[in-house]
Nanobody, 125 residues
Framework: VQLQASGGGWVQTGGSLRLSCAAS????????MGWFRQAPGKERRFVAG????????LYADPVKGRSTISRDNVKNTVYLQMNSLKPEDTAGYYC???????????????????WGQGTLVTVSS
């Protein structure tokens, strides 16, 4: 599957952005999806994930309560709505996909099979 992220940009502290990730292929609904981010000079970290059915969502503590991950299995797209943005949210955001069937329960620390290119989010103070 190929992943195309978009929606990044520049925003002031307290603002909002919605990231989108469009996936190619006809089996999108069989993939767990997620977002990671990588700030300059730092490791790539998990941000949020959503199970293939959309019935389970997971969030990293730094974004919990401020972000919502969702998916549209008709449009083959996963979204990350981010509110109350802070300068520390500045990072490249990467969309990821994991083939779900036979892989066990969806959890935060699972291995993803596909990574898209990043979309840059810059939050100014």
């Amino acid at each position: 599957v190929q992943l195309q992220a978009s929606g990044g940009g520049w925003v002031q502290t307290g603002g909002s952005l919605r990231l989108s990730c469009a996936a190619s292929g006809r089996t999108f609904s069989a993939y767990d999806m997620g977002w990671f981010r990588q700030a300059p000079g730092k490791e790539r970290r998990f941000v949020a994930g959503i199970s293939a059915s959309g019935g389970r969502t997971l969030y990293a503590d730094p974004v919990k309560g401020r972000s919502t991950i969702s998916r549209d299995n008709v449009k083959n797209t996963v979204y990350l709505q981010m509110n109350s943005l802070k300068p520390e949210d500045t990072a490249g955001y990467y969309c990821v996909a994991r083939w779900a069937p036979g892989r066990g329960a969806f959890a935060q620390f699972v291995e993803y099979d596909y990574w898209g290119q990043g979309t840059l989010v810059t939050v100014s103070s």
